[in-house]
């Protein structure tokens, strides 16, 4: 793997943009996004299952601004929590074409997965801290000393 992007789902606009990504200009990283249904991220959430694209250069599916930095293959899979896919983790090879086989999407799929409880923990936590902070600290002062 030379470079990755992860795609998060923007629920709000209804499209895939990229959410990290690792030794891709990030200018070149911040132009890509994609509709629901559209690309890798929406191919991935349509099939629910990882893919591998053995050359980038004739896939559609490949966004022309991946083509254009000298992406020849593509890995991709999804990230799953609670049995919905909400993110997608893809890997890219400047390197050569068929790049990528079985072994290298079950470990990205491993990671992937390990990545998809953390971020649910992550996600526990957030709404965790909004609860403590909307609590009117008096209330349970008062509910304390009923219980006594």
Not at 3 to 25: C, K, M, N, Q, T
């Amino acid at each position: 793997m030379d470079a990755g992007l992860l795609f998060i789902r923007d629920e709000v606009s209804l499209i895939y943009r990229v959410a990290v990504s690792h030794d891709f200009p990030v200018p070149q990283a911040d132009s890509i996004v994609f509709a629901f249904n559209e690309g890798v991220p929406g191919w991935i959430v349509a099939h629910h299952q990882p893919l591998i694209i053995d050359d980038a250069r004739v896939d559609g599916r490949v966004h022309p601004t991946v083509v254009g930095a000298g992406v020849l293959s593509v890995l991709a899979v999804p990230l799953v929590s609670h049995g919905r896919i909400v993110d997608v983790l893809n890997l890219f090879s400047q390197w050569r074409v068929r790049a990528f086989d079985a072994a290298a999407t079950q470990l990205a799929q491993v990671f992937a997965d390990q990545t998809a409880v953390l971020d649910t923990i992550k996600a526990s936590f957030q709404r965790l801290n909004l609860n403590v902070r909307g609590v009117d600290y008096r209330q349970i002062s008062r509910w304390m000393t009923l219980d006594e």
